[in-house]
Antibody
Framework: EVLLVESGGGLVLPGGSLRLSCAASGLAVSSNYMSWVRQAPGKGLERVSIIYTGGTTFYADSVKGRFTISRDNSKNTLYLQMNSLRAEDTAVYYC????????????WGQGTLVTVSS | QSALTQPPSASGSPGQSVTISCTGTNSDIGAYNYVSWYQQHPGKAPKLMIYGVRQRASGVPDRFSGSKSGNTASLTVSGLQAEDEADYYC??????????FGGGTKLTVL
């Protein structure tokens, strides 16, 4: 059974930093397209970042230069380092994966809430 | 404002069919066959239903089907059941490693 478990969310001041983690079981993060997708309260979905099996990374324009996606293959864990956080970054952040495609994700975690507020 | 346009709501009675549209441009839906659909129940994570325009994800009932014509993709749910009541989101590749989503459609089973 595949499980993706996010952690690290919480309340942070504008301009602050947070690191999200996604611990995977039942799949290898190194062999899957791993993404972070966020959903602001009452809003739609936005793919924030993706890391390919070969290590190539991509970011949405809204977070480019502020967020960094990475993975630790030995811990089978995906990360999202978020710096210079803004109120508009407030959202539930989901970890998502797919074995075969960077255009959609079959497996999803339960999400972790990030609130940026003073 | 979302890149893809979906109606905010749709509804149907049990057993009926309902179709949800997703309109994009010739830079996303019209350019690629990389359209997907997600179902999301309140407080839950999205669930992949359709990928590659019309392929059903593993475990998805054949009551769900996808199609595309020009710049518009559609999700059809046949034989509506109470558990189909949820939010549905479309997504499309838009080139340059960009993925765009619709604003979501709330499906109500009357």
């Amino acid at each position: 059974e595949v499980l993706l478990v996010e952690s690290g969310g919480g309340l942070v001041l504008p301009g602050g930093s947070l690191r999200l983690s996604c611990a995977a079981s039942g799949l290898a993060v190194s062999s899957n397209y791993m993404s972070w997708v966020r959903q602001a309260p009452g809003k739609g979905l936005e793919r924030v970042s993706i890391i390919y099996t070969g290590g190539t990374t991509f970011y949405a324009d809204s977070v480019k230069g502020r967020f960094t996606i990475s993975r630790d293959n030995s811990k089978n864990t995906l990360y999202l380092q978020m710096n210079s956080l803004r109120a508009e970054d407030t959202a539930v952040y989901y970890c998502a994966s797919d074995r075969n495609s960077n255009y959609w994700s079959y497996f999803w975690g339960q999400g972790t809430l990030v609130t940026v507020s003073s | 404002q979302s890149a893809l346009t979906q109606p905010p709501s749709a509804s149907g009675s049990p057993g009926q069919s309902v179709t949800i549209s997703c309109t994009g441009t010739n830079s996303d839906i019209g350019a690629y066959n990389y359209v997907s659909w997600y179902q999301q129940h309140p407080g839950k994570a999205p669930k992949l239903m359709i990928y590659g325009v019309r392929q059903r994800a593993s475990g998805v009932p054949d009551r769900f089907s996808g199609s595309k014509s020009g710049n518009t993709a559609s999700l059809t749910v046949s034989g509506l059941q109470a558990e189909d009541e949820a939010d549905y989101y479309c997504s499309s590749y838009a080139g340059s490693n960009n993925l765009v989503f619709g604003g979501g459609t709330k499906l109500t089973v009357l």
